[in-house]
């Protein structure tokens, strides 16, 4: 999530009403998390596993529940609970705005789009040239689809990412600030969910291909020219590179990479990073030619173990 305009340290200090560290007029352009941050962003952080790659990334603000020496460069946010911290943030730079009428008056259509009844549209999306949105699809406030860009019926564009922290009280939800964006020539099947990203953007890429009832989970990136069959997973914080092709039921695993070219087969479950170009088979996934290999290997066990009764027979 961008900050228009930028805040200093002091202001985001004031506003939570917490201590810093670094000069006052030290600025904040966004807030964003770990895995996508950069120059000018403030990150968040609130377990030990995770504080030095916090304090070492690009973010150049750290929100953060332990006393530590201050990077070069760098300016802190001392907090006792970083995610409330962060939900508070998120609360007052980009509240719930409430609907009143099912196109809103801040969406930016373009030429020659087509928009079936029953779409709803939130404020500040933004929908490129020559696109159909068919009926019954919801569109989520600040999503971006570029031009000539289908979505069928039914489907749901940029619902709150599935991300919680676990408290003795229950669940706390992390607010979700983020977008999606969709970049030009993209077609989208009907009854599929897209999340928004936590903070940052969930994207798909020029020209990439989903089929009917798909799941996107939260900041997770899809390159250009990719291909996913009906039924597919995938959890938040993946990167599927280009001219991936996912078919029918697989399930993609969160935070891992699924190389250029990689082709996974039908109800195969994924849960490492996989190399492109190769084509993939199973649950865990494995390179398909060794998967049926031992699958076939399997099968042949009880014939194996009644020659091995057989003989043993022989023996005695």
Not at 9 to 27: C, M, T, V, Y
Not at 128 to 136: A, L, T
Not at 195 to 215: C, M
Not at 277 to 293: I, L, N
Request: hydrophobic fraction near 40%; glycine fraction near 10%; aromatic fraction near 6%.
């Amino acid at each position: 999530m961008k900050l228009h305009p930028a805040k200093t340290i002091k202001e985001i200090a004031e506003l939570l009403n917490i201590r810093f560290s670094g000069p006052e007029d030290h600025l904040i352009t966004g807030i964003n998390e770990i895995h996508q941050v950069e120059p000018g962003d403030m990150s968040f952080v609130d377990h030990p596993k995770y504080y030095d790659k916090c304090l070492n990334s690009a973010a150049t603000t750290i929100l953060i529940n332990k006393e530590v020496d201050c990077p070069p460069g760098k300016a802190l946010l001392f907090s006792e609970d970083p995610i409330a911290d962060y939900n508070f943030l998120v609360r007052f730079f980009r509240p719930f705005q409430a609907s009143s009428q099912m196109i809103a008056e801040s969406a930016k259509i373009g030429r020659s789009s087509v928009i079936q009844p029953g779409v709803f549209i939130g404020n500040h999306v933004t929908i490129g040239e020559d696109c159909i949105i068919h009926p019954n699809v919801t569109i989520y406030d600040y999503t971006v689809i570029g031009n000539r860009v289908e979505i069928h019926a039914g489907t749901v564009i940029g619902a709150d990412a599935f991300y919680y922290k676990r408290r003795p009280e229950g669940y706390d939800k992390l607010r979700s600030s983020g977008r999606v964006v969709i970049e030009d020539d993209v077609e989208i099947g009907a009854a599929c969910t897209i999340d928004k990203g936590v903070s940052g953007d969930t994207l798909l890429g020029k020209g990439t291909k989903l089929d009917n009832q798909i799941h996107i989970g939260h900041d997770t990136v899809i390159g250009a020219h990719c291909l996913f069959a009906a039924q597919v997973g995938i959890a938040g914080v993946s990167k599927i590179e280009d001219e991936v092709i996912l078919w029918g039921q697989v399930g993609v695993s969160k935070d891992l990479t699924i190389g250029k070219g990689a082709v996974v087969l039908a109800q195969s479950g994924v849960p490492k990073s996989l190399e492109g170009g190769k084509t993939y088979f199973g649950s865990p996934v494995g390179e398909a030619r060794s998967k049926m290999k031992e699958m076939a290997y399997i099968k042949r066990i009880p014939d194996m173990l009644e020659t091995l009764r057989m003989n043993e027979n022989k023996a005695e």
